[in-house]
């Protein structure tokens, strides 16, 4: 693995165990044996690495969290799928989830670029609640589209923020994500067509039993 590639999967590593504001680029670089001369070599600062991993982020989620409905994909598997994509990438890149709004304000170009790139995900997010309706697995008028997306994408951002607050043990595990996935759950149950009911409760109790597993197996 090429220096770059160690310095921005060791500060992934750092920022999720420590958080973000506790890692230095001195801690980075002596997580992998280096100088900081090194470090500064490849990259300027702390936030030149977070928003090329930022980009890695980015490029993962567009390309591989966006499932086709076609013949071969049923419309829920479709939904299913996304959100297994969608919670990998929160656990892979979670400290980001953790301290999104510090992050954006303490550099403006990732700002710039999280905004371009949430745009791509509220097309894609709408085009797959389309399909969805396409499929008749859920039933929505055209002018609650937007909305619906946005809660989506609200649950999906900041449901970790929100964990942490509400919480003592503040331990961030699948289960933890599990929940979001529910959550996500309950506010399309009530699109939810008669006929894809009980296809829609497979899915849900698919992860209330992932979620049990977690915690059973945490304690």
């Given at each position: 693995?090429?220096?770059?590639?160690?310095?921005?999967?060791?500060?992934?590593?750092?920022?999720?165990?420590?958080?973000?504001?506790?890692?230095?680029?001195?801690?980075?670089?002596?997580?992998?044996?280096?100088?900081?001369?090194?470090?500064?070599?490849?990259?300027?600062?702390?936030?030149?690495?977070?928003?090329?991993?930022?980009?890695?982020?980015?490029r993962n989620l567009l390309l591989e969290?966006?499932?086709?409905?076609?013949?071969?994909?049923?419309?829920?598997?479709?939904?299913?799928?996304?959100?297994?994509?969608?919670?990998?990438?929160?656990?892979?890149?979670?400290?980001?989830?953790?301290?999104?709004?510090?992050?954006?304000?303490?550099?403006?170009?990732?700002?710039?670029?999280?905004?371009?790139?949430?745009?791509?995900?509220?097309?894609?997010?709408?085009?797959?609640?389309?399909?969805?309706?396409?499929?008749?697995?859920?039933?929505?008028?055209?002018?609650?589209?937007?909305?619906?997306?946005?809660?989506?994408?609200l649950v999906n951002t900041f449901w970790?923020?929100?964990?942490?607050?509400?919480?003592?043990?503040?331990?961030?595990?699948?289960?933890?994500?599990?929940?979001?996935?529910?959550?996500?759950?309950?506010?399309?149950?009530?699109?939810?067509?008669?006929?894809?009911?009980?296809?829609?409760?497979?899915?849900?109790?698919?992860?209330?039993q992932r979620c049990q597993i977690e915690?059973?197996?945490?304690?």
């Amino acid at each position: 693995m090429k220096t770059r590639d160690k310095i921005i999967q060791a500060s992934i590593d750092l920022f999720n165990e420590q958080g973000e504001r506790n890692v230095t680029t001195n801690h980075i670089a002596a997580h992998i044996g280096i100088s900081p001369g090194n470090l500064y070599y490849h990259f300027r600062n702390k936030e030149d690495i977070i928003l090329s991993i930022y980009d890695e982020y980015a490029r993962n989620l567009l390309l591989e969290t966006f499932p086709q409905v076609s013949p071969e994909v049923k419309s829920l598997d479709a939904i299913i799928m996304y959100m297994d994509a969608v919670f990998q990438m929160m656990m892979k890149f979670r400290f980001f989830y953790s301290n999104l709004p510090v992050l954006l304000d303490k550099n403006p170009n990732l700002r710039e670029k999280y905004v371009e790139v949430q745009q791509s995900i509220a097309e894609r997010v709408s085009q797959l609640l389309i399909s969805l309706r396409d499929s008749k697995i859920i039933d929505f008028e055209d002018n609650e589209l937007a909305d619906i997306v946005s809660i989506l994408r609200l649950v999906n951002t900041f449901w970790l923020s929100f964990y942490q607050t509400q919480n003592i043990d503040v331990e961030i595990t699948d289960a933890v994500f599990y929940q979001g996935v529910l959550k996500i759950l309950v506010i399309l149950k009530p699109y939810t067509t008669t006929e894809a009911i009980p296809e829609f409760n497979k899915a849900r109790e698919l992860y209330q039993q992932r979620c049990q597993i977690e915690l059973t197996d945490s304690e």
